[in-house]
């Protein structure tokens, strides 16, 4: 996630340069050969491409609306994780005062959030974490689940017996919320806690079990595809087709100047077809890359960053120091 001030002209242009290009190539083919070969023939009504930009200008629209959305419930699910953590790590606390219980909880709960973090991370075929403008840009911040094995990350939290339970688990995070609900129950028959304490553990339970489910709805289910293709073929069309709508509407300047413009006005249709392309591929860029908040690109929900900020709270309640380092915004990037 981008914790600076704002992406710089330079960098986003950069980011989305292979658009330019298209839109240049584009823009400058129709004038080519409008001019040289004399194919005027070429020019369409420019009615004809302002109806179809209408159109695209709704469809880019509603998926940005909709991809923003899906970033937006994702940021909102870590946050309620983090206050939930935070119940969790006081309950702890307060409910099993000087038992080592506490500690067993915490750490777990520690393990349960590498775990989904980890989860969430992995790469799916619809994502776009693949794509070349986005593995490039990668050099300038660190993905922390890519870094580390979730072996030797859940190593730190978790004692091997339970290690080696999770080896074949088909989901590690549900098994993790199992030994957690496990070990509330063997407090309550071991007297340690009373049974109101024990539903109030049990309800922060089901608020994590809820949480883990909503994040991977985003992560498991794309933006619907049937939306996807029409909204890359609407732009892919309608950038085709602008500079053909734009030749007579500039070939008419003409009689309006003199000088060295007059009888080449033409030449305009490149840089203005070039810079209406781009804004609408970039536009489009912008959506496909906050559709998946989880996929690894700078724009992602920085769930690194709120496990370590939690592990060190949780620890700070039990009096305990953290050696989880606070991660560094590598150009306003952290993840």
Same mark, same amino acid.
């Given at each position: 996630m981008h914790l600076g001030k704002s992406y710089s002209i330079s960098e986003f242009t950069f980011w989305s340069r292979r658009q330019l290009y298209a839109s240049v190539a584009c823009a400058s083919l129709p004038v080519m050969?409008?001019?040289? #070969? *004399?194919?005027?023939?070429l020019s369409i009504p420019v009615s004809v491409v302002v109806l179809l930009g209408t159109a695209t200008s709704f469809i880019v629209g509603f998926r940005n609306v909709q991809t923003y959305s899906r970033a937006l419930e994702a940021h909102q699910i870590w946050t309620e994780i983090?206050?939930?953590?935070?119940?969790? *790590?006081?309950?702890?606390? !307060?409910?099993?005062?000087g038992q080592p219980g506490a500690r067993e909880l915490i750490l777990r709960?520690?393990?349960?959030?590498?775990?989904?973090?980890?989860?969430?991370?992995?790469?799916?075929?619809?994502?776009?974490?693949?794509?070349?403008?986005i593995v490039e840009y990668r050099k300038y911040y660190r993905i922390p689940e890519w870094e580390t094995p979730l072996e030797k990350a859940l190593a730190r939290y978790l004692p091997k017996a339970e290690? !080696?339970?999770?080896?074949?688990?088909?989901?590690?995070?549900?098994?993790? #919320?199992?030994?957690?609900?496990?070990?509330?129950k063997r407090f309550l028959d071991a007297g340690e806690i009373s049974n109101a304490f024990y539903l109030e553990l049990?309800?922060?339970?089901? *608020?994590?079990?809820?949480?883990?489910?909503?994040?991977?709805?985003?992560? !498991?289910?794309?933006?619907?595809?049937?939306?996807?293709?029409?909204?890359?073929?609407?732009?892919?069309?309608?950038?085709?087709?602008?500079?053909?709508?734009?030749?007579?509407?500039?070939e008419k300047l003409n009689a309006g100047v003199s000088g060295f413009m007059h009888g080449n006005m033409i030449w305009l249709v490149?840089?203005?077809?070039?810079?209406?392309?781009?804004?609408?591929?970039?536009?489009?860029?912008?959506?496909?890359?906050?559709?998946?908040?989880?996929?690894?690109?700078?724009? !992602?929900?920085?769930?690194?960053?709120?496990?370590?900020?939690?592990?060190?709270?949780?620890m700070d309640m039990l009096g305990e120091k953290s050696d989880v380092p606070e991660l560094k915004a590598e150009r306003g990037i952290v993840l």
């Open positions: 050969l409008y001019q040289f #070969l *004399g194919l005027k023939w983090l206050n939930g953590s935070r119940c969790l *790590g006081v309950m702890s606390r !307060d409910f099993l005062a709960h520690c393990a349960w959030l590498t775990a989904l973090r980890y989860q969430l991370r992995t790469p799916r075929v619809w994502e776009n974490a693949g794509k070349a403008s290690l !080696d339970s999770l080896a074949h688990a088909e989901s590690k995070t549900s098994r993790l #919320l199992g030994m957690q609900s496990a070990t509330i049990g309800g922060l339970l089901r *608020g994590f079990i809820a949480q883990q489910g909503r994040a991977e709805r985003i992560k !498991d289910y794309p933006y619907p595809r049937q939306y996807a293709v029409i909204n890359k073929l609407f732009v892919r069309t309608f950038c085709v087709l602008l500079p053909f709508g734009l030749l007579t509407e500039f490149i840089p203005f077809g070039t810079m209406i392309s781009w804004m609408y591929l970039a536009l489009e860029q912008v959506g496909e890359s906050t559709e998946n908040p989880f996929e690894g690109n700078a724009n !992602d929900v920085p769930m690194a960053q709120i496990s370590h900020k939690i592990e060190r709270e949780l």
